[in-house]
């Protein structure tokens, strides 16, 4: 399951298959302030589109006008800007796709100095690019650093050749020990991606494979169950009963393996599907979970921004060539331009800040929202385990509450909208 709201998923927030878990470990960084503001950018293309993927990404044989992607880009950064009422500097930048890592160095630096210049960028700004393991260069990596990159996100799927191929990826497990050399080579953060559940994947299976991974020394990790994805070939497969992913127990009981290793290796998950060593959580991912506000650039990209009128949800055109005439008539790419009511938004952070291990102050909720949940709904829910009261005034899901998280979220916001009774 992918987050309902937010950005193209750049921070990619499959949760598992068969339960919306996660676990409650305490205390992510605090490293972000809640009104943190970030900008996404969105690249849209791949060399091969991947048989589970339902990502705005597309493949153009052909290849595309980079410099023409550029100044459309430029435009749009220059036309958003004008719209926003508050915001502090940029705290992170993200490029996600797609695939980044095939985007010209330059391109980057055009579209980093762009954002630097037009919205000023705070000191330590962290400012991420996934990369797929088979467009890894050492040369375009330096070119990436040398662009202002400082985090890199390797999209390396699984560590073993059959399932690389099963999953359609054009890496080897090869490729992606070499592109995670590299990438550590270059920069001081490296984070990387494995998707587990996999059809047929086991107990067994899943420990070694984690265990190899948790020694390739990463600070961070995301980890996200397979998820079928509606309109790809693998949900094709899965309704033609050729493809058979775990059954509920055993992708909840991966889930809970995936927890107890990763706490035991120092990494414990701070949200849903991602695990840091403290103080190396993704800023951005903070952003969008901390309910902060967020710029979306480029084809299908989303946006949370602060206008004089309010927080408005924006979305924008997925098609690469129809987000570019868009930004050509009109300055920007968005299609859909909604200023979000306080309960709109109240929904919003609760369902985005259960995700993570420090859950939500109730006092931001009223102040973003004018809500507060009603008592007896946190008490009983408390009662059932699924949720924790904690802190000064705050609340977040057990491990247990992780699995039913929806319904969680569902009980709370009740309790302050009767209409959803
Ligand atoms: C924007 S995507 C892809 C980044 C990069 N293009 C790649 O494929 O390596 C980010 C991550 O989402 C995860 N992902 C994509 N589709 C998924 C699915 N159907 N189920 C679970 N995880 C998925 C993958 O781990 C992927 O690395
Ligand atoms: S490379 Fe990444 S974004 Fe592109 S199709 Fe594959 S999973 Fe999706």
Excluded at 165 to 175: N, V
Excluded at 266 to 289: C, D, F, K, T
Excluded at 312 to 339: L, S
Aim: hydrophobic share 40%.
């Amino acid at each position: 399951m992918r987050s309902p709201i937010g950005p193209e998923p750049s921070s990619c927030s499959s949760t598992p298959v068969s339960a919306e878990a996660g676990r409650g470990a305490p205390g992510a960084a605090g490293v972000v302030a809640p009104e943190a503001f970030a900008v996404y950018v969105h690249w849209p293309f791949c060399a091969q589109k991947c048989p589970y993927c339902d990502f705005n990404s597309h493949v153009r044989h052909g290849g595309w006008d980079e410099r023409a992607y550029l100044d459309a880009y430029l435009a749009e950064i220059a036309s958003t800007a004008r719209g926003l009422a508050s915001r502090g500097p940029v705290e992170s930048i993200f490029f996600g796709g797609g695939t980044p890592s095939l985007m010209q160095p330059g391109t980057v630096a055009g579209i980093i100095e762009a954002v630097e210049a037009t919205f000023g960028v705070s000191d330590g700004c962290e400012i991420t690019l996934e990369a797929n393991p088979g467009s890894v260069e050492a040369g375009r990596f330096r070119g990436y650093l040398a662009a202002g990159v400082n985090r890199v996100s390797l999209g390396v799927q699984a560590l073993d050749d059959g399932a690389l191929k099963r999953l359609g990826r054009l890496h080897s497990l090869a490729d992606a020990l070499a592109a995670l050399d590299i990438a550590r080579a270059t920069f001081d953060r490296v984070s990387f991606d494995l998707i587990y559940a996999r059809p047929g994947m086991t107990e067994a299976v899943w420990e070694a494979e984690l265990t190899t991974a948790l020694r390739l020394g990463s600070d961070h990790l995301s980890l996200y169950q397979l998820t079928i994805e509606e309109g790809t070939p693998f949900a094709d497969l899965h309704r033609a009963g050729k493809l058979h992913v775990p059954e509920p127990e055993i992708a909840d009981r991966l889930y809970a393996l995936t927890q107890d290793m990763t706490e035991a290796a120092g990494m414990p998950a701070y949200e849903i599907s991602n695990h840091a060593r403290p103080g190396q959580e993704s800023r951005h991912n903070l952003v969008y979970w901390r309910y902060g506000s967020y710029v979306g650039l480029g084809p299908g990209a989303h946006g949370r921004e602060l206008r004089p009128d309010g927080r408005v949800a924006t979305v924008n055109e997925r098609g690469p060539e129809a987000w570019m005439q868009r930004v050509a008539a009109t300055g920007r790419g968005v299609i859909e331009d909604q200023v979000l009511t306080a309960e709109e938004q109240a929904d919003e952070l609760l369902l985005m800040g259960l995700r993570l291990s420090e859950g939500i102050d109730l006092v931001r909720l009223a102040r973003v929202g004018g809500v507060r949940p009603d008592q007896a709904v946190i008490d009983r829910l408390a009662g059932l385990g699924v949720l924790e009261v904690f802190g000064n005034d705050r609340i977040r899901a057990t491990r247990a509450g992780r699995f039913v998280l929806n319904e969680v979220v569902r009980q709370l916001s009740k309790s302050f909208r009767p209409d959803l009774a």
